[in-house]
């Protein structure tokens, strides 16, 4: 073999060569990856197999395409595939197979598929050298993998008859897989989303994150219907669709100690912990297409497992202490910050994250051999939001300390690299961390951050000379006891672009959060992408009763990658035999999510009641208080009615999920305060016909797959200028569900592409939402009677078993400050409920309202958001992996 590195045409002996059998075993097959040059290239690694063994390169064709031809997805091939991984990889006989086993086989077979196209796909984009589009995300939301891959690979007709002729039911087996814990809320959905429509979409990308071994946590509820959070180990049985990659552990360091270089030149960072992050690749498919992107999700470990030394000494918690504390950092998703123990914990995670992927970045960087300049032209990181930020000052440390560029030069390449995207509008919720905290932790992170931040005050008092009170408000350190580093002022000035998720967050954005960086960066430098969601999972996939209908009305799946194409339903909207069609697919969608809210709870519900659903993260923004308070006063006044006025009633049924963190006490009353009214109102033989009450514990991925396509109306109330945007309201609407909202985040955009007439919006609006806390301030509000009412029922104990004041914490917040304005829009809110009990009484006019909603979701597609990236921020191409 000839060694191309140093011009050696020197050949290594093979075993057939040699007098000694074993001398060739004795010798490295492969050229090891060569010492740093003087130019500061590192080839790591071989090259292209056929470039080094060319002898060999038939057998390697031949035996890859024996493979290609044992993946044909006509039944007997798949039967064939499924039970070789029964026998092999599971090491069982077909009468040891239970459900579980039959899950993790067939999904390791339908796996096999992905990997060769994900094979095929990465082999392409490095050959193309092309720009990547590396998308940092503290959560994926993934969900199940297993039937969407089916769905993507176009394989599910033949994994449902091999099945059969297994003796198993798809749907059974398809119910065994366990959501991934990968995520919590829409900042996770969102990411999930993105790397489905970038692989649709051919645009290489790769997503990066943590791979939490216990998720955030499992919910369940107290016998008084308090929340509880349980670990959920997701990963007990494993994950057949993810694949380690343990000999690519990256050392990441913690603590230790840091010197800054003179004149900007290199720093050191000695001492400390070194950790080992050990990435689990989970790949994406492309909805029938061979491109296939990948989520990279790191899991912390020790970089010493075990130490014999103590566990001789009799020291046994000792041998194992420093593996154990390694492996915390990937235990779960957002540990409390109530102590310094969590929030330590958290900074951590985020560097731990960060870090471990720039490596991995950067390592696929070099093979490409070019200088570091040209870092941005192959590489875009999204920061999505500001958990990544570390991101910033780690990459500046890579390029100043370990590769010797000049400090101006190496801040030039961050500034094009990294692009953020804000999801907030409250100061409060913009991070910042404890410069002590940062200084322990991160010794050399932090004088990096110091030295970006005295580069970027001097520029802004050169622009504006003498304004101190600015050069406070944009400073990176935030003065105070004690002194903090603001996050997303350092994502801000370290990205080549700043974007909102809305079009009215975008503004507020610039002219609430950041307008002296508006000032100082100009306008240009933010921009808006309205956020998206993928209609593969969020229609096509959760509602094949309406899917089918949509592709028989349109007469293809063409609408599935082409969302636009939805608007031609309208045409239908009138049609009486096509509506009918409609409403049996929504019924169909209603049973099935009566049958799991029977299953699960004690509650019998009314099955041609109106549904109603809110299920999103609990917190006082979102206002799932305000919606249970409605809840209250429709029972008080069903109360006063007589029999024959309830039979006139629209009845009702209220559905409610989502989690609140550990920590937040408020969020948790809410839920306490939602399942007693629950308890009251379910036991009420009088009322339960007309009104139900369900919270519906641990909400996730896969069980808004149910609810979602059962709405009659979804409820997305938060306060004015609070929500960023919002994708499930998108996600409802999609699947022919009417909006109730107020006018913020997306619902605005929904809103107009709906049409009004087709929504139920009420409540203040944002311009008038200063005006309004300042009243609550000054003691001047006004509180309706209808308000009042629920509030002495609450007082009365009616809702809490005789305790007067359990709730008190909760009403306190309404009358000590308001500042989510409840009192404000509760009359409006009321309104719009009346509006949607009158709208929904003519079922014909209903179901029009629902045809023309669906059809103009197209612009909410995250396949548009993902090439509008592509295509305004991040300057990526998409890439052709036929050719």
């Known amino acids: 073999m000839a060694d191309k590195a140093n011009g050696s045409t020197a050949t290594t002996p093979t075993a057939s060569h040699t007098t000694n059998p074993f001398e060739a075993l004795a010798k490295p097959r492969r050229p090891r990856a060569h010492k740093r040059s003087a130019t500061g290239f590192i080839p790591d690694g071989p090259k292209r197999l056929n470039e080094i063994f060319p002898g060999e390169e038939k057998a390697w064709k031949d035996a890859l395409k024996s493979n290609e031809q044992q993946l044909t997805n006509d039944v007997k091939d798949v039967n064939a595939q499924i039970s070789r991984h029964v026998e092999f990889t599971l090491s069982r006989q077909p009468f040891n197979v239970d459900e579980l086993a039959m899950y993790q086989a067939s999904a390791l077979s339908v796996r096999d598929k992905l990997v060769h196209n994900w094979n095929k796909t990465q082999t392409a984009h490095t050959e193309k050298k092309v720009k990547r589009v590396y998308y940092f995300s503290l959560e994926f939301l993934l969900g199940r993998a297993y039937d969407n891959a089916l769905l993507n690979l176009d394989i599910k007709q033949s994994y449902d008859e091999s099945l059969k002729q ?17 995520g919590n809320g829409g900042l996770g959905r969102l990411a999930a989303c993105y790397l489905d429509s970038t692989s649709t979409c051919g645009i290489p990308a790769w997503g990066y994150t943590l791979r939490y071994s216990n998720g955030i946590f499992k919910q369940v509820l107290s016998s008084k219907g308090d ?9 007990e049985s494993g994950n057949p669709f993810e694949v380690p990659r343990l000999d690519a552990a990256v050392e990441i360091k913690l603590y ?7 004149n900007g030149k290199a720093g050191t960072w000695t001492g400390g912990t070194d950790i080992l992050a050990v990435p689990y690749d989970i790949p994406i498919p492309g909805f029938r297409a061979t491109a296939t992107n990948t989520v990279r999700a790191w899991r912390s470990r020790g970089k010493v497992s075990f130490d014999l030394a103590a566990f001789n000494a009799g020291a046994y ?17 957002y540990p409390s910050e109530n102590h310094e123990a969590g929030k330590t914990l958290r900074l951590k995670q985020q560097y731990f994250w960060t870090a471990a992927s720039l490596h991995d970045i950067c390592r696929r960087f070099r093979k490409l051999r070019e200088p570091w300049s040209a870092f941005p032209d192959y590489v875009a990181v999204q920061l999505n939001d500001t958990h990544p930020t570390l991101a910033i000052p780690e990459l500046l440390r890579i390029l100043v300390d370990e590769e010797g560029q000049e400090w101006d030069e190496a801040w030039s390449i961050v500034r094009r690299t990294f692009f953020y995207t804000c999801h907030t509008l409250m100061p409060e919720a913009l991070e910042t961390w404890s410069v002590d905290l940062v200084g322990w932790l991160l010794p050399r992170h932090l004088q990096i951050i110091y030295d970006i931040n005295f580069h970027f005050l001097a520029d802004v008092e050169r622009k504006f000379p003498g304004d101190r009170a600015r050069l406070a408000r944009m400073s990176l350190i935030e003065e105070g006891s004690p002194k903090r580093v603001r996050m997303s002022h350092l994502a801000v000035i370290g990205s080549h672009k700043v974007n909102g998720v809305a079009e009215l967050h975008s503004e507020l954005v610039q002219s609430q959060l950041f307008p002296d960086f508006v000032e100082y960066l100009g306008r240009d430098h933010f921009t808006n992408v309205t956020n998206g969601i993928t209609a593969r999972r969020w229609l096509y996939q959760c509602n094949p009763a309406l899917s089918t209908l949509i592709t028989k009305a349109l007469g293809s799946e063409h609408w599935v990658t082409h969302l636009d194409e939805l608007k031609k339903l309208q045409k239908f909207a009138k049609n009486e035999a096509f509506k009918k069609e409609w409403a049996a697919a929504k019924q169909v969608n209603r049973n099935r999510l ?7 709870t004690e509650l019998k519900v009314n099955r041609k009641a109106l549904i109603d659903i809110q299920v999103k993260r609990i917190h006082e923004y979102k206002r799932q208080s305000l919606n249970i308070l409605g809840v ?7 109360k006063k009615m007589s029999p024959e006025e309830r039979k006139r009633v629209v009845p009702r049924l209220s559905v409610f999920g989502g989690k609140a963190a550990p920590g937040y006490y408020m969020a948790k009353l809410t839920i306490r305060l939602i399942t007693a009214v629950s308890k009251v109102l379910n036991a009420d033989e009088e009322i339960r016909e007309f009104l139900n009450v369900a919270f519906l514990a641990d909400y996730s991925v896969s069980l808004a797959e149910i609810l979602i396509p059962a709405s009659d109306i979804s409820e997305h109330i938060s306060t004015a200028g609070t929500e960023a945007s919002g994708t499930s309201n998108m996600k409802f609407l999609l699947n022919g569900g009417l909006l109730l909202g107020t006018v913020d985040g997306a619902n605005v955009e929904l809103g107009q592409a709906a049409g009004e007439e087709n929504c139920f919006f009420f409540g203040v609006l944002e311009p008038d939402v200063r005006e309004l806390r300042l009243r609550h301030q000054a003691g001047q509000a006004q509180y309706p009677p209808q308000l009042l009412e629920v509030v002495d029922a609450l007082r009365s104990g009616q809702f809490s078993a005789g305790e007067g004041d359990l709730f008190e914490p909760l009403l306190s917040t309404i009358f000590n400050g308001d500042f989510y304005l409840l009192s404000d829009d509760f009359l409006s809110y009321l309104e719009a409920q009346k509006m949607v009990d009158a709208a929904f009484v003519d079922t014909s006019s209903w179901v029009e309202k629902c045809i023309n909603t669906t059809a103009c979701m197209g612009r909410f597609s995250s396949d548009r958001a993902v090439q509008q990236y592509a295509e305004e921020i991040w300057n990526v191409e998409p890439v052709d992996i036929s050719q």
């Open 166 to 182: 297994l003796g198993f039911s798809l749907e059974d087996v398809l119910d065994v897989e366990r959501d991934m814990g990968l």
């Open 227 to 235: 929340q509880v959070e349980i670990p959920d180990p997701w990963l």
């Open 256 to 262: 230790g100690q840091a010197s800054r270089g003179e």
């Open 317 to 333: 918690d000792a041998a194992v202490r420093e593996a154990e504390e390694a492996e915390t950092i990937t235990r779960v998703l």
């Open 594 to 600: 009566c049958d799991y809210i029977e299953s699960t």
């Open 632 to 638: 209250i006063y429709r029972y008080l006044q069903l």
